[in-house]
């Protein structure tokens, strides 16, 4: 699992509170992704991160924000919670230089 | 628009059985493709990845087959076992996105006794 973490691993909050999902890896990869698994839509690519500081947007990255202020930490956080970002929350690094990627064992996040 | 399809998007087979998932991509140029297994309420975890010059990779009884002229992919499971059970997706990077992948919707395997 290359060492990846996320915490919570659930939570359910209300609509229009912000939440912060923590994605943690202790083997120093460069790139860390964010994405939301819903039924009938697979994994969809939230944001990236290709470094300390150096993000970017996914297909589905309205509503959220990243920080990478550390190697090891990728921060999501839903600024203003809808019932529309109810969904799984997966975290993903890559090891080396062929993108195959590593999974955390993902956060379950139900907005009411 | 890059895309990855993946068929059939269920399927039932009995135990010891074999059978074989076929993913189908658009993605341009290709860089690699992989095929994860995704065990209820766990995150995805890796089985194979294929270049542009690997045609077969094997991972115990899982074998991928890739034909990068038809941009076609199977993965085919021998001697199915209840442990199977589980949502296999298909990713495909191209070689310009910079670590952004394609993802299939997945299918969903079921092993019955």
């Known amino acids: 699992d290359a060492g990846i973490t996320q915490s919570p691993r659930h939570k359910v909050t209300e609509t229009g509170t912000p939440v912060t999902l923590r994605c943690h890896q202790t083997e120093n990869h460069r790139y860390m992704y964010w994405y939301r698994q819903d039924p009938g839509h697979g994994l969809r690519l939230i944001h990236y991160?290709?470094?300390?500081?150096?993000?970017d947007k996914g297909e589905v990255s309205d509503g959220y924000s990243v920080s990478r202020s550390k190697t090891e930490d990728f921060l999501l956080t839903l600024e203003s919670a809808t019932s529309s970002q109810t969904s799984v929350y997966f975290c993903?690094?890559?090891?080396?230089?062929?993108?195959?990627?590593?999974f955390g064992p993902g956060t379950r996040l139900t907005v009411t | 628009k890059n895309q990855v399809e993946q068929s059939p998007q269920s399927l039932i087979i009995l135990e010891g059985k074999n059978c074989t998932l076929q993913c189908n991509y658009t993605v341009s140029p290709f860089s690699n493709l992989r095929w994860y297994k995704q065990d209820t309420g766990r995150g995805p975890v890796s089985l194979t990845i294929?270049?542009?010059?690997?045609n077969t990779k094997s991972n115990g009884r899982y074998t991928a087959t890739l034909d990068a002229d038809t941009k076609q992919s199977s993965l085919h499971i021998t001697a199915s076992q209840l442990s199977d059970s589980a949502s296999y997706i298909c990713?495909?990077?191209?070689?310009?996105?910079?670590?952004?992948?394609?993802f299939g919707d997945g299918t969903t395997l079921t092993v019955k006794p």
């Open positions: 991160s290709y470094g300390v500081k150096d993000t």
């Open positions: 294929m270049t542009f010059s690997e």
């Open positions: 993903a690094t890559i090891p080396g230089t062929d993108y195959e990627q590593y």
């Open positions: 990713v495909v990077s191209a070689v310009t996105n910079a670590g952004k992948s394609t």
